[in-house]
């Protein structure tokens, strides 16, 4: 069964950096784009980041403008996400997923398969 398998979270303080890296189990996904979200506890799941297939265009939420970045792998196979500036309120479960073609890139409707997500914890 296909899914997406996330890596690099951790406990890191308030103005720290970490970096995601997302890749699929069992299928290349180079030609789809894929996203990031974030379910913090007791909350629903937030849209953070996407990437079209290519790397060439990038979406982001308001509250991580400016301070997040998605990008791709050389191969395309992969996505990361380098956070910087981090704040408590970042403290979430951190998930990729794979985009549907034609979907809504800020919806979670809009992806299919999931990964189990990485956890990230900033502490003031």
């Known amino acids: 069964q296909v899914h997406m398998v996330e890596s690099g979270g951790g406990l890191v303080q308030a103005g720290g950096s970490l970096r995601l890296s997302c890749a699929p189990s069992g299928r290349t996904f180079s030609d789809y784009a894929m996203g990031w979200f974030r379910q913090a506890p007791g909350k629903g799941r937030e849209f953070v980041a996407a990437v079209n297939w290519s790397g060439g265009s990038t979406y982001y939420a308001d509250s991580v403008k400016g301070r997040f970045t998605i990008s791709r792998g050389n191969a395309k196979n992969t996505v990361a996400l380098q956070m910087n500036s981090l704040k408590p309120e970042d403290t979430a479960v951190y998930l990729c997923?794979?985009?549907?073609?034609?979907?809504?890139?800020?919806?979670?409707?809009?992806?299919?398969?999931w990964g189990q997500g990485t956890q990230v914890t900033v502490s003031s």
């Open positions: 997923a794979r985009y549907i073609r034609g979907g809504d890139y800020y919806s979670m409707a809009g992806y299919d398969y």
